[in-house]
């Protein structure tokens, strides 16, 4: 939802990748406590 928001307000493609991708590690890899 996030990323789509960014998009509509125009903000640049890497920054709506940065959210897209954000949420697919958080959905498929268990979180890394480094991050």
């Given amino acids: 939802i996030e990323a789509?928001?960014?998009f509509v307000r125009g903000e640049p493609l890497?920054?709506?990748h940065e959210c897209?991708?954000?949420v697919l590690a958080m959905e498929?890899?268990?979180v890394d406590p480094r991050l």
Avoid: A, I
């Fill in 14 to 16: 890497y920054r709506v």
């Fill in 20 to 22: 897209v991708f954000g």
């Fill in 4 to 6: 789509l928001e960014r």
């Fill in 28 to 30: 498929t890899e268990p």
